[in-house]
C-alpha cells in the first residue's frame, strides 16, 4: 500500500512573510489531520522560504516535509546562481522537484541535465520529484504513451532501480488551465509511468509513487486520484491558499481512511 503524497508547487510565488502566514493557516486547518501519518503533505515554496519555514516546522514539530523547486547537480563551485543538494538538505528539504514543465519549456532543460539533477538528490539523500507530460499537440495526435516514455527513458539514466523516487505525470494542457484530465485519462498515463519503471526497478517500481498534476482543486482531487496507479497529486495554484490545499488534504484522507 503506497502511502498518499500531495505536493504544494508554489512556483515564483509567496515571500518569506506569506509563507510564515501560510503555514500557520494551514496548520490550523489541517490540525488533528495530517498527525494520523496516512498521508504525506510536501510544500515546495521558493528557495529564500525554506529555512524560515524549517525552523517553525521543526521547533512546532509538524507533520509537514519541505521540497525545493529545484536545484542543481553541482555540489559546489562556480556556478552562479545554482543551488547544491547539500545546501538543500541543510535547510531541511527531503524532496525536490525535477524536470517541471516550466523549466523544459521556459529554461529549456534537457531530459539529461533533469537526469543529472535527480541523481544529485538521490545522492545527497533527497527524493526527486521527476516531473514528465504531454503537450495538447501531442495527446491529440495520439502519441501520449511515446512522449512519456522517451521522457521517462531520458530522465530515468541516473536511476539504480530501487532508490527512492516520486514521478510526477503533468500533462502540459492540464497546468494552471483550470482543465484537469480526466480520472480515466490520469490512470492510464501513471499506468503507462508504472510499467516503463518496471523495466528498470523490477522489484520496486509498485513502491514508487506516482502523482498527477494539473488543475487539482479540493473539489476534483479524491476522484483524479482514485486510479489504483495514482498516488497522489502535485498541486499549483490550489496550493496558494492554505485552506484550499487543507482542503485537498482532508479530501484525500477521506478517501484514504475510507479505503
Ligand atoms: P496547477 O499547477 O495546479 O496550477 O495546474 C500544477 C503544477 O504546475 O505543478
Known amino acids: 500500500m503506497r502511502k498518499p503524497l500531495l505536493a504544494a508547487n508554489w512556483k515564483m510565488n509567496q515571500t518569506v512573510s506569506e509563507s510564515l502566514?501560510?503555514?500557520?493557516?494551514f496548520n490550523r486547518e489541517i490540525a488533528g489531520v495530517l498527525n494520523n501519518k496516512d498521508v504525506?503533505?510536501?510544500?515546495?515554496?521558493?528557495?529564500?522560504?525554506?529555512?524560515?519555514?524549517h525552523q517553525v516546522i521543526a521547533s512546532q514539530k509538524m507533520d509537514i516535509?519541505?521540497?525545493?523547486?529545484d536545484l542543481?547537480?553541482?555540489?559546489?563551485?562556480?556556478?552562479?546562481?545554482?543551488?547544491s543538494p547539500g545546501m538543500l538538505a541543510e535547510c531541511g528539504v527531503s524532496y525536490v522537484i525535477c524536470g517541471h514543465s516550466e523549466r523544459r519549456t521556459l529554461l529549456q532543460e534537457s531530459s539529461e541535465m533533469i537526469s543529472k539533477k535527480c541523481g544529485a538528490a538521490v545522492a545527497a539523500g533527497l527524493v526527486p520529484i521527476l516531473c514528465v507530460g504531454e503537450t495538447l499537440s501531442i495527446r491529440e495526435g495520439g502519441l501520449t504513451q511515446e512522449w512519456l516514455e522517451a521522457q521517462l527513458y531520458e530522465s530515468?539514466?541516473?536511476?539504480?532501480g530501487k532508490s527512492e523516487i516520486v514521478v510526477a505525470y503533468?500533462?502540459?494542457?492540464?497546468?494552471?488551465?483550470?482543465?484537469?484530465?480526466?480520472?480515466?485519462?490520469?490512470?492510464?498515463?501513471?499506468?503507462?509511468?508504472?510499467?516503463?519503471?518496471?523495466?528498470?526497478?523490477?522489484?520496486?517500481a509498485d513502491q514508487?509513487?506516482?502523482?498527477?498534476?494539473?488543475?487539482?482543486?479540493?473539489?476534483?482531487a479524491a476522484e483524479l486520484m482514485s486510479g489504483a496507479n495514482v498516488d497522489g497529486a502535485l498541486v499549483g495554484g490550489a496550493s496558494l491558499k492554505a485552506a484550499a490545499f487543507a482542503g485537498i488534504?482532508?479530501?484525500?484522507?477521506?478517501?484514504?481512511?475510507?479505503?
Open 40 to 53: 504525506d503533505a510536501v510544500f515546495c515554496p521558493p528557495f529564500t522560504a525554506l529555512y524560515p519555514l
Open 72 to 83: 542543481f547537480w553541482q555540489e559546489a563551485g562556480a556556478f552562479t546562481g545554482e543551488i
Open 21 to 25: 502566514d501560510w503555514l500557520a493557516d
Open 170 to 204: 503533468e500533462p502540459i494542457w492540464a497546468i494552471g488551465t483550470g482543465q484537469a484530465a480526466t480520472a480515466a485519462d490520469a490512470e492510464a498515463a501513471c499506468a503507462i509511468i508504472r510499467d516503463n519503471l518496471r523495466e528498470k526497478g523490477a522489484g520496486f
Open 65 to 69: 516535509c519541505l521540497g525545493a523547486q
Open 208 to 220: 514508487v509513487r506516482i502523482l498527477y498534476g494539473g488543475s487539482v482543486t479540493p473539489e476534483n
Open 156 to 160: 530515468l539514466d541516473f536511476w539504480d
Open 249 to 259: 488534504c482532508r479530501a484525500v484522507f477521506a478517501e484514504n481512511s475510507q479505503g
